[in-house]
């Protein structure tokens, strides 16, 4: 599809590409991968035609079209959203438009006149390329697309004007899916994109019938849509077959290869400019001098890259929180006639991990906002738990930083003494390097205020972190040390975060936000959609209410209020788990209504906590889970063996069909074992989860 050949590209004494050859191929899935500067960006825009190289050729077939998105800088204004985006179709916009004037000048036509007959060829012409070409189809992939994309049947009706940079980024991606060029070029496509809206694009591309080539800091997305990464950097492309974390671990290994390629040809380099030194002005050795002089001119010096140190740190001590670290009751949020949160009762309690999420605009960020005391519900009560010390990252911290300090003196101002010694370290893992620190912060682009906005939260001692959207242009390496850091954190974490791989590495609850309702699902990310994906597909699942009860640890086995509290998924094994221990035992008829946000009195013949016993419950559970896995891999190895046993001819060869089978019978014991310890561990499992 298109071939580049020879390719160099320089800005001033800069060489980002040197000579480069690569190719894209026909439902090709690339993600270009490589740190800041390296040239990602310039990249696509050759590709697109926006940038001319220095020198070689990028060459395609003839009947490629192109779609570029880039980062951000897309506005669009004076129609509505649905005129906007059908713009995408534009030839068939025209054959319908001469659809429409051919029958006006049917309607005005004498039958006998020669004009009428070649009218109606052209109008079945027309009417048959227009249905060709989908034309039938419009409006459902227009509907398909917008709704993929977070815009509600209303928001189509809105002009385009009236949405932020975000929107508007989200309105040139549904004109580009939906014209469905046949090379796909994007900059960052999941920036301005939440949680639904990735998923669905996820899915999107699995069945898009073009090339893709994507730059993207999101790991799980590049997982699972790319199937070949190309690294741009050392002045050249790098391709790796396979998914981004197939890359990482290749590329480590090749770093390493090349590292001992470098370590050895130095050593050889300097053992002959040691020769060359100790005898140059030996009239003996001139001919042996002379020889390794061009030698050396001859050495093409293997070339490493500028090795990021790996920054790991921890947060400063703070001190512990009591058991309740934030109390909602009744919390109801409204702006104008927007309601936005409905008497939400919500309690969390100290070692929560919690992920809040939900479509852009549902509240995820007025709760946050609410939690962190910076905003007053409408009505109800938000009550902060004893010794609880909060630090609250804002989608726009980056606005509260002083235009007249440096990167540095910004930080030192908000660090305490113990963490001076850090400052460098952290800033260096947020891209702050050399002479990058000395920046005034008023000349800072929005990506560095919002990382330096980001370290210097990390500097303060908290047991309660509230944030929002903390990812946010952090590239790979960033994110990681971020993740890092709050993978060690001791205390209660409440996060915003669009981020997939992120959210799946840090949360072990999550709460859903839309409606006016905030619904708690014990367990990560995963466990969410699965029980979204039952009550989707019509399935009696219990789903939480609008007023929840978050428990006290931060594992997937916390109480919760039974009525709050969704069914678990069923398990791919062949019985379904016991029931989460967070779902406990419906109450006696005679017993009085319980409210969950009242004091936790204990009855006298209340059961004392289990927490050693709910660490024990974990363990199990994932010992179930690494069985399911392990009778998942065993069944499949028998179907495929059974595959292959049926195939023609497979029996001509009689050892190898006795070995069949009796791998087949080993297999088979195999998971029947796998089976029994299965079942055994999950009835152990049922006294614990009362």
């Known amino acids: 599809m298109i071939h580049v050949e020879g390719l160099t590209k320089r800005y001033g004494e800069r060489v980002l590409l040197d000579n480069v050859s690569w190719h894209v191929k026909k439902r090709d899935r690339i993600g270009l991968s490589g740190p800041n500067g390296a040239g990602k960006t310039t990249l696509l825009k050759m590709l697109a ?12 077939a003839s009947d490629t079209t192109i779609g570029y998105l880039p980062q951000d800088g897309i506005v669009h204004h004076g129609r509505t959203v649905y005129d906007e985006v059908i713009l995408a179709f534009r030839e068939l916009l025209a054959l319908k438009a001469e659809q429409d004037g051919i029958e006006d000048k049917l309607a005005h036509a004498t039958e006998d006149g020669d004009g009428h007959d070649k009218l109606l060829e052209r109008y079945a012409e027309v009417m048959e390329r227009f249905k060709q070409l989908g034309g039938y189809e419009i409006d459902a992939r ?61 899915e999107y591309f699995a069945d898009y019938p073009g090339s893709i080539v994507l730059v993207s800091h999101d790991r799980y ?13 050392l002045k050249t492309l790098t391709d790796y077959h396979g998914n981004y974390s197939k890359y990482v671990v290749e590329h480590q290994a090749a770093m390493e290869r090349l590292l001992e390629a470098h370590r050895r040809q130095s050593e050889e380099i300097e053992k002959t400019e040691s020769f060359i030194n100790k005898f140059r002005y030996t009239a003996t050795k001139a001919r042996q001098v002379q020889s390794r002089i061009k030698l050396l001119d001859k050495v093409e010096r293997i070339e490493i890259p500028p090795q990021r140190k790996k920054i790991r740190f921890k947060f400063p001590e703070a001190p512990k929180a009591g058991r309740i670290v934030i109390e909602m009751k009744g919390v109801k949020r409204t702006y104008g006639d927007s309601l936005i949160l409905d008497h939400v009762d919500l309690m969390i309690e100290r070692g929560d991990r919690i992920a809040l999420v939900g479509p852009n605009g549902a509240g995820k960020s007025t ?23 909060t630090d609250y990252f804002a989608q726009d911290q980056a606005s509260v930083l002083n235009p007249t300090r440096t990167v540095y003196e910004e930080m030192t101002t908000a660090s305490p003494t113990t963490m001076v010694p850090m400052i460098r370290t952290i800033l260096g893992g947020f891209l702050f390097s050399g002479d990058d620190i000395y920046k005034k912060t008023t000349v800072l682009s929005g990506g560095e205020r919002n990382r330096l906005a980001l370290a210097k939260m990390l500097l303060n001692a908290s047991n309660l972190l509230l944030l929002d959207e903390p990812t946010n242009h952090l590239d790979l390496d960033s994110k990681e040390v971020l993740l890092d850091a709050l993978d060690d954190y001791g205390g209660t974490l409440i996060f915003v975060s669009h981020d997939r791989y992120f959210v799946d590495k840090l949360a072990t609850k999550v709460i859903d936000i839309g409606g006016g309702e905030a619904l708690v699902y014990p367990g990560g990310y995963e466990d969410f959609l699965d029980w979204k994906k039952q009550r989707e597909a019509g399935l009696d699942v219990a789903l939480p209410k609008a007023r929840v009860w978050v428990d006290e ?4 086995t916390g109480k919760a209020k039974p009525a709050a509290t969704p069914a678990p998924a069923p398990t791919p094994a062949a019985k379904p788990l016991p029931a989460p221990p967070a779902v406990a035992k419906a109450p006696e008829p005679a017993a009085p209504p319980r409210d969950p946000m009242a004091p936790r009195l204990r009855p006298k013949d209340a059961r004392p906590e289990r927490g050693a016993q709910d660490r024990e419950d974990k363990k199990r559970r994932g010992r179930l889970s690494e069985l399911e896995k392990r009778i998942a891999e065993k069944e499949q190895a028998v179907k495929d063996l059974e595959a292959l046993m049926a195939s023609d001819g497979f029996y001509d060869d009689r050892a190898r069909a006795d070995k069949a089978a009796e791998d087949h019978k080993a297999l088979m014991w195999e998971v029947g074992e796998l089976m029994g310890q299965w079942e055994m561990l ?6 614990t989860r009362g």
């Open 142 to 202: 227009v509907a398909d697309v917008l709704k993929g994309l977070g815009f509600s049947l209303a928001d189509q009706k809105r002009k385009t004007e009236e949405f932020s940079g975000g929107w508007q980024m989200r309105i040139a991606l549904a004109k580009l899916l939906l014209a469905r060029p046949n090379l796909l070029l994007m900059d960052e496509p999941t920036n301005h994109l939440d949680l639904p809206a990735r998923n669905w694009l996820e």
């Open 553 to 556: 640890t931060k594992t997937v």
């Open 221 to 233: 997305f590049l997982d699972s849509t790319v199937k070949r990464i190309t690294e741009v950097g």
């Open 367 to 389: 709760l946050m906002r609410i939690l962190a005391g910076v905003d007053v519900p409408t009505s109800g009560s938000r009550t902060l738990g004893h010794q609880v010390v």
């Open 682 to 687: 999950a009835t152990e499992a049922e006294p």
């Open 49 to 60: 035609g926006l940038e001319e190289p220095d020198t070689g050729t990028i060459r395609m």
